[in-house]
């Protein structure tokens, strides 16, 4: 299915057209494992959010050293690590979108058991499961990707140290230039207003310079 077909049943995400099996869907299948991977990702002993903890030493970057075992945090304390360990980070933000799906679910709140890591565990798990039906069911599914996406992408970024992507400028047939990275999902042109999966933008040719700056 291509982007000709305007009115094509499209995922959400990605914009790319839905297979015959997906009909009815709010996402891919694709786009619902790349959700499903930043899920997998953050939890678990060695996953994104664990590995937080020994970044909080100031100089203690992807290649720098990491903190002790000890509980308690260095002072000073680097704020981007910590800010998305403590409440209002991480865990927070996964645990009022599992909220939202209980409440339209019709289900009473979760709650939450242990430490943040636990409850990060805790919260991972029950998104995960109920993946299948926020796909199906959930028409804000895109929103959970993105910021999903971003949570991911900024606990690699203080973990390794790699600075954001890079993003390198197309041209749209229109004339339009999009300022895309090797991850993103889908674009609009908002030259023309067409919409653009990941693999469409991909074949989009490279801007000339000039026209780009």
Not at 16 to 39: N, V
Request: glycine letters at 12%.
């Amino acid at each position: 299915m291509t982007l000709a077909d305007a009115t094509a049943p499209a995922c959400t995400i990605c914009r790319s057209g839905l297979y015959a099996d997906e009909l009815g869907a709010y996402a891919c299948r694709p786009c619902t494992e790349r959700i499903d991977g930043h899920l997998r990702a953050l939890a678990g002993p060695d996953g994104l959010y664990a590995q937080l903890g020994g970044r909080l030493m100031p100089g203690s970057g992807g290649s720098g050293p990491a903190v002790s075992g000890s509980r308690t945090a260095p002072i000073p304390v680097r704020l981007e690590p910590l800010s998305l360990m403590a409440k209002g980070g991480v865990v927070t933000i996964l645990q009022t979108w599992l909220i939202d799906w209980h409440d339209l679910l019709g289900w009473g709140h979760p709650r939450w058991k242990g430490g943040m890591q636990q409850q990060l565990d805790q919260v991972v798990k029950a998104l995960r499961v109920n993946l299948p039906w926020a796909v199906a069911n959930h028409a804000a599914i895109d929103d959970f990707a993105s910021e999903l996406g971003q949570l991911r992408r900024q606990c690699e970024q203080q973990v390794t140290g790699e600075r954001r992507p890079l993003k390198v400028p197309v041209a749209c047939p229109c004339g339009q230039i999009l300022r895309i990275t090797l991850d993103t999902a889908g674009a609009r042109c908002p030259g023309c207003g067409e919409q653009y999966g990941h693999s469409e933008l991909m074949d989009l040719p490279l801007a000339d310079r000039r026209v780009a700056a």
